[in-house]
């Protein structure tokens, strides 16, 4: 990673499909011309980290009610508009495969493969009481605003979604 | 368009009335005081290029979903907050109207003839199975992440809406 | 506040407690290091700025409709996802509180104590027949797109959230 390498940063907010995959795209797109590319995982935007069937022990109730309530990782986001109780979701994700668009699982990984950095937040993971080893592997470490700042003021593009 | 003209990126990925007016506004603004202004409409902003009274043959039955269930043009979007069933959307108008705020459709004619270049995402088209007939004539061209990648990063302002 | 200061710029537009709380903790992490901070108020982010048992007569019907819809202040603010008629918000804040992150209202005030410039948006303000006198001290200015878009333009960090 140069120094002189242009760079773009993102925050992801949202815990919705369409939003998550706008935003890999964008990161995949970026990172394929040679840029650097960061994204910052918030509130919301922290389900698409999650890895599925990981059991942690010792959480508190309210802990255990943001596990329930929260996506459980990248395959089960839905719409933001048109979810319609999952028909809208499943409909969007069929067509998207039939037009062969990338999904998100697979957008993740090409962005592992580019060398996207994922960073998740310090305070979201302590609000939810989200532990490390419930986070995908892809991701490189737990930050807090001041590396986030810090990140996006060297970058060319910085995008909230 | 000269290459020391200060730029300005925006997404347009939201499909609701007072988002879309947001973009227009600070496009307009930013077009105003001479800057270069592109637009970049991609998802449910697609809604906001759709022409009104287009019928196109041979779509699938997916595509024709699509078309029935966005809002056919900038003139039927609603607002995000407070639609109510159309009725705060409506209210909304007309509020703006009397304080002689422009309207969507008025604040896009305005960004044509500020020269704002509208540019519809591809891939959105593919999926959505929205053809180019469909879209305002005001559209400049249909483009991928790659071009938006490369403008955002000239850009001094980039925002995702 | 000297020419060298890098900027960042946030137009906040959403009027949930979570996206209040982002743009929040991003102006003042910035602004903790250094950086010179503007945010800018506009539509259901006005909600953030109202300042609480303020009467105003004179008002038309429609703007006490608005008076009445928007809520009150930033304590009043309601989270985008899990609002659950108001448990979800509830627990949420409990919970941040437990957990010792800041309240909203707190972050104003850490804002205003580190110079972060509050500016409301003319013509949201119009729109809605919100008076300065509603408005919270902290507010520097009530200022149009132009203001915006000038202070953007000299931004390392520019978001929509």
């Known amino acids: 990673m140069s120094e002189d390498q242009e760079r773009v940063s993102i925050v992801l907010f949202s815990g919705e499909l369409d939003k998550a995959m706008a935003a890999f795209i964008i990161a995949t797109g970026a990172a394929a011309t040679g840029m650097r590319v960061d994204m ?3 509130f919301w935007g ?12 010792g959480k508190s109730l309210i802990e255990k009610m ?9 395959d089960r986001l839905a719409l933001s508009k048109m979810h319609m109780a999952g028909m809208g979701t499943m409909m969007m994700k069929n067509v998207m495969k039939q037009k062969r668009v990338a999904s998100l699982p697979e957008l ?46 060297r970058s060319k593009i910085t995008l909230f979604i």
Chains 1, 2, 3 share one sequence.
């Open 40 to 42: 910052f995982f918030t």
């Open 46 to 57: 922290m389900s698409v980290l999650r890895k599925k069937g990981v059991k942690v022990e």
């Open 66 to 74: 943001f596990g329930w309530m929260l996506p459980k990782g990248a």
């Open 108 to 153: 993740i990984e090409i962005a592992k493969q580019l060398g996207v950095n994922l960073h998740a937040c310090e305070m979201s993971m302590g609000v939810m009481g989200i532990r490390r080893e419930e986070l995908l592997d892809e991701v490189k470490d737990i930050v807090g605003v001041a590396t986030y700042v810090d990140d996006a003021s």
